[in-house]
């Protein structure tokens, strides 16, 4: 895997994996692109694509956008 977005899912998969020995589940969604602050909080339309992968995952997936790259 090559770029920051795959090393995003290399770090969501280690979060993934790390956690389930302490009995937690996590879904992790991976997106990539620009994101804005407003008001001191990251926002704007990348934001809410990652959060609906995110919603779309199980638990313990990873699910990454078409715009993440995975080698």
Not at 1 to 24: D, N, Q, W, Y
Not at 40 to 45: E, I, Q, R, T, W
Request: aromatic share 2%.
């Amino acid at each position: 895997m090559g770029g920051l977005a795959a090393t995003g899912a290399r770090c969501a998969k280690a979060i993934v994996e790390g956690v389930r020995s302490l009995g937690i589940e996590v879904r992790v969604g991976v997106h990539t692109g620009e994101c804005e602050i407003a008001d001191g909080k990251v926002a704007g339309v990348t934001v809410v694509i990652g959060s609906r992968i995110a919603s779309l995952a199980g638990p313990p997936e990873v699910l990454v956008s078409r715009t993440v790259r995975i080698w």
